[in-house]
């Protein structure tokens, strides 16, 4: 049987890419190419921390046009992105002005207001979800205050937004739908009682559609432009990319945690069902959407923002360093050093990461890392420990687990790896590390006759075609 291929758009917080997966029917591997790569990051403009998301959609074309020379028989286009942040549009269809991203400050004057309206009680009993400034539903009772809200006609979640510029069909998608706040986790429609709490008109927010659903056919001008067949369509995929992550935790049984380690950590269970309990909303767990119904239950833990953040800020002062080495170096140093809250809102904002993490484990009482290495022991030190913890929680609330799956950019880290290993006790298996971009290109492939059906037939197919390494409690 002939190999088919997907094109993947991939855009994270740091970074993004545009990438091919060929998959072999008859085999079940999926081999992933890469064909562009770009930088993400947000800078102030007017006085707000904003994306840059015209630039990224020039990046994506660029993309797309490598995909289309390498790939001309490439059926479909999926798109993955952070979660939470949104365009705004106006009634023809314009962008008002480029997205302000979930670490500007703007949440911090409303939190109250919206608090006054619907108490968190109230809110995560309709939306499962845990409590984040960032949250979309804060940043819209913020973005109420613009003089850009009386011009918007429709508020559009970032990976629906680069679909709408390439396909003209304006929807949401599922799982990213399910992190703004506003959704009804037991329906997996918006919320009418929340919308008119919130006062916000129903008519901003376009209507929910599911993971492997066909979008529509590019357009005429995007065709055009990178060299794609007109044939070529957008499908729906796990929009939110840790949900794409999920699809690609190579499990062997329900019974399994997963940590999604990238910019920021995802950690927590796959159910088939919210937990709604006060007690899970006391351990602030949240229950996004995953592909095929399944619930996410999971919690928002810091990331690898740490160490990215760290590294630039050292760049920054002239004394750039090697990952590597830091890292042969930090798994050097003695266990039991200084750790962090890697939850810690002061931790949010970029900027002089070091020096902060210095300052919060002097307010714990600790004495400060010294050097670069020092402070990387520390992140992963403190990511680990936030790692098993939040799992060991999770496990309290829902049901145990026999195996943890780190996948994404930190399943890469050795150290954090069995650090995770050795702090909850349980077996690790790391990898796939692309497993964003393949829960993507699978969903794109079962959609279109070319993959599995069920969530569990991809995972069989991923255990055997894909590198993991397992580390054991020491």
Known sequence: MAARVFGAIDIGASGGRVMAGVVHPSSGRTQLHTLHRF????????????????????????????????????ESIGIDTWAVDYGLLDADGRLLAEPISY???????????????????????????????????????????????????HVVLLPDLLAYWLTGQLRTEATNASTTGLLDVSTGDWSAALLELLD?????????????????????????????????????????????AVVAVPATSRRFGYVSSGTWSLAGLELDK?????????????????????????????????????????????????????LTEAETLPSGGPTIDVDDPELIPPGRMPQRIAAAVTHKGGTPPTGPAATVRCILDSLAAAYASTLGRASELAHGID??????????????C?????????????????????????????????APDSLEELRAALRETQEVRVFVPS
């Open 418 to 450: 069995q650090l995770t290993a050795d702090l909850s006790g349980t077996p690790v298996t790391g990898g796939p590390v692309e497993a964003t971009a393949l829960g993507n290109v699978l969903v794109q492939a079962r959609t279109h006759g070319a």
């Open 103 to 153: 670490r500007d400050s703007r949440t911090d004057s409303v939190i109250e207001r919206v608090h006054d309206r619907v108490t968190q009680d109230e809110l995560y009993a309709v939306n499962g979800l845990q409590y984040l400034p960032f949250n979309t539903l804060y940043q819209l009772e913020a973005e109420k205050r613009s003089p850009l809200w009386d011009k918007t006609a």
């Open 39 to 74: 930088a993400n990051g947000a800078t102030m403009q007017g006085g707000h921390l904003r994306w840059n998301l015209t630039g990224l959609f020039a990046e994506v074309m660029t993309g797309l046009t490598a995909l289309a020379a390498q790939f001309p028989e490439v």
């Open 274 to 326: 919210p937990v709604l309990t006060a007690e899970s909303q006391q351990a602030n767990f949240t229950n996004e959407g995953g592909v095929d119904g399944r619930v996410r239950y999971l919690r928002n833990v810091g990331g690898l923002w740490l160490l990215q953040e760290s590294l630039r800020t050292w760049a920054d002062e002239g004394t750039s360093h090697d990952l590597a080495s830091l």
């Open 403 to 416: 195996v943890i799956h780190i996948v994404g950019g930190g399943s890469q880290n050795a150290l954090l």
């Open 200 to 244: 916000l008109p129903p008519q901003l927010l376009p209507e929910i559609d599911q993971p492997g659903e066909v979008r529509g056919r590019l357009l005429p001008r995007v065709s055009r432009a990178t060299g794609l067949a007109d044939r070529v369509v957008v499908t729906t995929v796990g929009s939110h990319d840790t949900a794409s």
